[in-house]
């Protein structure tokens, strides 16, 4: 399953150098890159994060500006730029959220997108996208995940574990 449309983080000029620049892109199954998705929580409705509707669609294609997405969304294409991950997925802008039928459509095979995504970002400490995804932690509450872009090169990501989670496990 392909998601229709994803949230393309930066591109790369013909000397190499990224530039972010957020713009919704049209995805088809021959076109379709690795990308990540975001779980987030949407909040009440005076929080309601930025959306793609009818009405914004067309220039959500051209471009978003970074300014206009909340902490969280800010917070997860910068991610996706360091890890060198092109594409990300969020639900509220890649989905045409007041289309009634393509809202039936897509709700159908969101589990399946986020079981092909890279990785999920969760935000799972925020009540809403204003609060960003890198909260103040103890450092004790972090676990190192090693990973390679590059075989010759080792790096690592740091994860939050919940400490109610922690309790679970």
């Not at 088809?28 to 509707?53: D, F, K, M, Q």
């Amino acid at each position: 399953i392909v998601p229709r449309r994803l949230i393309q983080t930066f591109t790369r000029t013909e000397d190499g150098i990224v530039e972010k620049q957020i713009q919704l892109v049209q995805t088809s199954p021959e076109s379709l890159s690795s990308y990540v998705a975001l779980s987030h929580c949407w909040g009440p409705l005076n929080c309601r994060p930025i959306r793609t509707t009818k009405s914004n669609l067309d220039q959500h294609l051209v471009g978003i500006a970074l300014q206009n997405l909340p902490h969280t969304f800010r917070d997860s294409v910068s991610l996706c730029v360091e890890l060198g991950i092109q594409y990300l997925w969020i639900d509220s802008l890649c989905i045409v959220q007041d289309d009634e039928d393509e809202w039936k459509q897509e709700s159908k095979v969101m589990g399946s997108i986020y079981e092909n995504a890279l990785f999920t970002i969760a935000a799972s400490s925020a009540v809403d996208s204003s609060h960003g995804l890198f909260g103040v932690k103890s450092k004790l509450d972090f676990v190192e995940i090693p990973y390679s872009r590059d075989i010759d090169v080792k790096e690592c990501v740091f994860a939050y574990i919940e400490p109610d989670l922690q309790k679970i496990l």
